[in-house]
C-alpha cells in the first residue's frame, strides 16, 4: 500500500501564489508516476499535472501550462504543485494519485492510490 498526504491549501485571494504538497509512504517503489488532479463541486476530477519519480520528467493538462508547476523531492518523498497567478475559477479540492502506469496518465482510473485532498479556495 502506498499512502499520500495532501497539504498546503486554503484561502487566497486572486493573483496569489500557492504551494501544495504530497507526502508518500508506504511501498513508493511499487508506483513510477504522481500525478496531480481537482474536483470542483458537480464536476468531474480533472487531471492538472504527473511527473515521473525516476526522470523528473512532467506533462501538463494545457489549461494550466505556465501558470502550475509539479516537482518532486526523492530524497523526501515528496512531490509538490507550484500554483501561480491564481482564478476563482481554480477553486477546488486537490488530490494527488499515486500509479504505476509506465506512461502519463491523465484519467482517475488510471491511479492505484489516492490522497485525502486539500481545499483551495479562491476568492475574487
Known amino acids: 500500500q502506498v499512502q499520500l498526504v495532501e497539504s498546503g491549501g486554503g484561502l487566497v485571494q486572486a493573483g496569489d501564489s500557492l504551494r501544495l504538497s504530497c507526502a508518500t509512504s508506504?511501498?513508493?517503489?511499487?508506483?513510477?508516476?504522481m500525478g496531480w488532479f481537482r474536483q470542483a463541486p458537480g464536476k468531474e476530477r480533472e487531471f492538472l499535472a504527473a511527473i515521473r519519480w525516476s526522470r523528473g520528467s512532467t506533462y501538463y493538462a494545457d489549461f494550466v501550462k505556465g501558470r502550475f508547476t509539479i516537482s518532486r523531492d526523492v530524497a523526501k518523498n515528496a512531490v509538490y504543485l507550484q500554483m501561480n497567478s491564481l482564478k476563482p475559477e481554480d477553486t477546488a479540492v486537490y488530490y494527488c494519485?499515486?500509479?504505476?502506469?509506465?506512461?502519463?496518465?491523465?484519467?482517475?482510473?488510471?491511479?492505484?492510490?489516492w490522497g485525502q485532498g486539500t481545499q483551495v479556495t479562491v476568492s475574487s
Open positions: 508506504g511501498r513508493t517503489f511499487s508506483t513510477d508516476v
Open positions: 494519485a499515486a500509479g504505476r502506469l509506465g506512461r502519463y496518465g491523465e484519467w482517475p482510473r488510471e491511479y492505484d492510490y
